[in-house]
């Protein structure tokens, strides 16, 4: 039976954006880790932001365990960018709609590949990285390039996610 272990987030992390990858067919240097900014748009229709932001300490696993059971909230920002030059100009129904390139079909997938993953430590183990599973919070508007000025052609959307894991922290006795 599989069980939640220790785990630290960059590891986690990881295994996101190949989950990421493996539902989405997104090439993984089209799906980069970054902190606070604007980076670069890449090449192709589609690219992902995951960028890490605070988190907060299970109180009640705090105060049972302290340092062997800290347990943590961490939000994750999931920024969907696609491409928008499909549409005649004040338009975005392709831009939103199409089935394979539009912007609200490759965010379903993203939301789809997040939501409710349980991150292993290995594909052979049954180590489970997460205490839950990756849980929803929120998304942003759509915003398209008409409404901003950070990338003529292409729109994004932001969805807010939580990992809840135990922190890996030194068991060793400090004197």
């Not at 008409?146 to 400090?174: C, I, M, P």
Request: charged share 30%.
């Amino acid at each position: 039976m599989a069980s939640a272990i220790r785990s630290r987030f960059r590891i986690i992390l990881d295994r996101i954006r190949t989950r990421i990858t493996v539902k989405t067919e997104i090439v993984t240097e089209r799906i980069k880790i970054v902190e606070l900014g604007d980076p670069p748009h890449f090449q192709g229709d589609h690219d992902v932001l995951l960028r890490p932001r605070g988190f907060q300490v299970d109180k009640g696993l705090w105060d049972g365990g302290g340092r062997i059971q800290t347990g943590l909230h961490r939000r994750l920002e999931v920024i969907c960018r696609t491409r928008l030059a499909l549409d005649p100009a004040g338009e975005a129904g392709r831009y939103l709609l199409d089935a394979d390139d539009g912007h609200l079909a490759f965010e379903d997938r993203i939301f789809d590949a997040i939501t409710g993953f349980m991150p292993m430590d290995s594909e052979e183990d049954e180590n489970i990285l997460c205490t839950e599973p990756i849980e929803p919070i929120s998304g942003s508007d759509p915003v398209g390039a008409s409404r901003t000025a950070k990338a003529t052609n292409w729109g994004e959307t932001t969805l807010t996610f939580v990992v809840h894991y135990l922190a890996d922290l030194d068991q060793t006795v400090l004197l």
